[in-house]
């Protein structure tokens, strides 16, 4: 690798590995193991990198001591999910930002996950159903295989038959790159919840609907969600050995 390339990877490394020290003392520790991990590989980069050898002995300390906490964490949050015990949350506030589904999902869409229940009763009018393909694009981007997603929505009071086209326009979309969708109506839904059957379940207070409206076509944050405006809400994340579909 050229030493020209080390300045941006290091700073990249620091600036992963900053933010893994935030989550953590957060106690965001499944999203700060990922960090760790991210910020530990990017300074394994530079230590190949380095020619100097005081450097390399210095780059070599901080990685064992992020090494060894992330380690830590690891334990921590298996011991937790073994006795059902995990549970963490995340206060999302009015007007912030670096909230896209990506960003807050991806911690959770590893480990063998192939099957994803969402269950959302605002999933109806026209940005709402966008926010469940985006929903879906992120988990078709992600590192797992998920072969079917399933979701439990209402009908649209005004009987427009918008909601059912997108759907199935979803569900076309979604066979083409081998996933099903499986979607139903419910007259009596009221909760939101998304559960993931490598034991994550994610409960946001308002559903996948927690952008603001954008502030013009032409607007920072129309395109990039994480540079969206956000809705206060909060995200509650437990961990189960058996997710079921209810």
């Not at 206060?91 to 912030?96: E, G, L, R, V």
């Not at 086209?165 to 979604?174: C, G, M, R, W």
């Not at 066979?175 to 419910?186: A, E, M, T």
Request: charged residues 30%; aromatic residues 10%; neutral net charge.
């Amino acid at each position: 690798m050229a030493q020209d390339f080390l300045p941006g990877l290091e700073s990249s490394a620091i600036s992963v590995l900053k933010r893994a020290v935030e989550l953590d003392q957060s106690s965001r520790f499944q999203e700060s193991l990922v960090c760790y991990q991210e910020g530990i590989q990017l300074l394994l980069d530079v230590l190949k990198a380095v020619k100097d050898d005081s450097k390399k002995v210095h780059y070599r300390q901080k990685i064992k001591g992020y090494m060894d906490r992330a380690e830590q964490i690891k334990e921590h949050v298996n011991k937790l999910k073994e006795e059902g015990k995990y549970h963490e949350q995340i206060k999302i506030a009015d007007n912030s930002t670096g909230f896209s589904y990506e960003s807050l999902f991806k911690p959770y869409i590893r480990d063998g996950l192939t099957e994803v229940w969402v269950e959302d009763p605002y999933i109806r009018h026209v940005h709402q159903l966008y926010n469940f393909l985006r929903f879906c694009e992120m988990l078709l981007k992600g590192p797992c295989q998920v072969k079917t997603i399933h979701l439990l929505t209402s009908q649209d009071e005004d009987s427009s038959p918008q909601q059912a086209i997108a759907l199935a326009e979803i569900k076309q979309s979604l066979q083409r790159q081998n996933v099903c969708l499986d979607f139903q109506c419910s007259s009596t839904i009221h909760d939101r919840e998304i559960r993931f059957n490598n034991g994550w379940i994610i409960k946001i207070g308002r559903g996948l609907d927690y952008f603001k409206k954008p502030k013009g076509r032409f607007s920072i944050g129309y395109c990039d969600y994480d540079l969206r405006e956000c809705h206060e809400t909060t995200v509650d994340i437990f961990h189960t050995k058996h997710t079921k579909m209810s």
